[in-house]
T-cell receptor
Framework: DTEVTQTPKHLVMGMTNKKSLKCEQH?????MYWYKQKAKKPPELMFV???????INESVPSRFSPECPNSSLLNLHLHALQPEDSALYLC??????????????FGSGTRLTVV | GEDVEQSLFLSVREGDSSVINCTYT??????LYWYKQEPGAGLQLLTY?????DMKQDQRLTVLLNKKDKHLSLRIADTQTGDSAIYFC???????????FGQGTTLQVKP
């Protein structure tokens, strides 16, 4: 299995809702990432987990809450989002501490619309 | 911090070669990647090159690295309509552990 699987593919939520995005990989990768991507823009790093511990938080608002229950799973919990949070949310994974470094494997993303 | 620049748009005719360019600022960048993103999809790793290499060829793709000028290019031979997508250059440093993306080049292939 060489894929990163993200669910759901599309999500529409109101500003008072609570929802979660899920990401799964079975490649044995020990680093997992959340990125946010606006249309025709590059992905922006949000969070990095390394060996199931949060290692980087790029000053993301607290209405986004990441969770890494085990080495294969990564969640992003959403609460009280704003319309400007509408975007494609991408999950990625990579080998940790590997030299040479072969890059990240990305999922297909969750298209989030906040209404 | 690291800055990665790409031109925003390239238009070619089917069958021609496409060359997408990228410049970066951090000379300690160790790993350099090209990702492809089709509409509505995630990012697909196309190819990569390490800083101790000058060139890498993989079927229709050729990556050239000029470390002195901090310039990376991706050449796609015999460009097809299925190559139409956004191409992102990404640069990684073993110092920071982060991957920095360029703005993306939209490749339009005309029949």
């Amino acid at each position: 299995d060489t894929e990163v699987t993200q669910t759901p593919k599309h999500l529409v939520m109101g500003m008072t809702n609570k929802k979660s995005l899920k990401c799964e990989q079975h490649m044995g990768h020990r680093a997992m990432y959340w990125y946010k991507q606006k249309a025709k823009k590059p992905p922006e790093l949000m969070f990095v987990y390394s060996y199931e511990k949060l290692s980087i938080n790029e000053s993301v608002p607290s209405r986004f809450s990441p969770e890494c229950p085990n080495s294969s799973l990564l969640n992003l919990h959403l609460h009280a989002l704003q319309p400007e949070d509408s975007a494609l949310y991408l999950c990625a994974s990579s080998q940790e501490g590997q030299e040479p470094f072969y890059g990240y494997t990305f999922g297909s993303g969750t298209r989030l619309t906040v209404v | 911090g690291e800055d990665v620049e790409q031109s925003l748009f390239l238009s070619v005719r089917e069958g021609d070669s496409s060359v997408i360019n990228c410049t970066y600022t951090d000379s300690s960048s160790t790993y350099l990647y090209w990702y492809k993103q089709e509409p509505g999809a995630g990012l697909q790793l196309l190819t990569y090159i390490f800083s101790n290499m000058d060139m890498k060829q993989d079927q229709r793709l050729t990556v050239l690295l000029n470390k002195k000028d901090k310039h990376l290019s991706l050449r796609i031979a015999d460009t097809q309509t299925g190559d139409s997508a956004i191409y992102f250059c990404a640069v990684g440093s073993s110092n920071t552990g982060k991957l920095i993306f360029g703005q993306g080049t939209t490749l339009q292939v005309k029949p």
